[in-house]
């Protein structure tokens, strides 16, 4: 048994064959690649797809305009709706936040069809002294007890 670091090969001896299995390896048969391939196009496609739903742009959103502290708990808050589609009723939820940060009162808003972009005002009242109201969020999906008259 030798001592030098080099391998058995550098040294003029060939490996035995049989013990290390066969160093030339054909190509993948075609069919292989071809799924591979369908299979990273649908996962890359699926990917794109999610990403484009989550991170596209809304097709309602709000914007907070202004709010003002009422008597007795409540706030006032302003917001401009904009949607993609003028002829859809919307809903959008607002809420204040009280000296914490915590959430202390939530109302939703019906948004009738109109516009483009609407201005809607409303009083949201609190379970504790609010001190900023936000929008949490707008949806087409109206709820039946808000679009009944």
Same mark, same amino acid.
């Given at each position: 048994?030798?001592?030098?670091?080099?391998?058995?090969?550098?040294?003029?001896?060939?490996?035995?064959?049989?013990?290390?299995?066969?160093?030339?390896?054909?190509?993948?048969?075609?069919?292989?690649?071809?799924?591979?391939?369908?299979?990273?196009?649908?996962?890359?496609?699926?990917?794109?797809?999610?990403?484009?739903?989550?991170?596209?742009?809304?097709?309602?959103?709000?914007?907070?305009?202004?709010?003002?502290?009422?008597?007795?708990?409540?706030? #006032? *808050?302003?917001?401009? !709706? &904009?949607? @993609?589609?003028? +002829?859809?009723?919307?809903?959008?939820?607002?809420?204040?936040?009280?000296?914490?940060?915590?959430?202390?009162?939530?109302?939703?808003?019906?948004?009738?069809?109109?516009?483009?972009?609407?201005?809607?005002?409303?009083?949201?009242? #609190? *379970?504790?002294?609010? !001190? &900023?109201? @936000?929008?949490? +969020?707008?949806?087409?999906?109206?709820?039946?007890?808000?679009?009944?008259?």
């Amino acid at each position: 048994m030798s001592t030098g670091s080099a391998p058995a090969s550098s040294r003029g001896r060939a490996l035995p064959e049989g013990r290390y299995g066969s160093t030339r390896r054909g190509a993948p048969p075609k069919w292989r690649i071809w799924v591979f391939g369908a299979i990273a196009v649908l996962v890359g496609a699926t990917i794109a797809y999610v990403g484009y739903r989550n991170l596209g742009a809304a097709p309602i959103e709000a914007q907070r305009i202004g709010f003002e502290e009422k008597p007795g708990n409540a706030m #006032s *808050i302003t917001i401009d !709706v &904009t949607r @993609d589609d003028p +002829g859809r009723a919307g809903v959008c939820i607002v809420r204040v936040r009280d000296l914490s940060g915590a959430e202390s009162g939530r109302k939703e808003i019906f948004v009738p069809p109109g516009g483009t972009s609407t201005t809607l005002t409303t009083v949201i009242k #609190s *379970i504790d002294r609010p !001190v &900023t109201a @936000d929008i949490f +969020g707008c949806s087409y999906d109206v709820p039946s007890y808000l679009s009944t008259p």
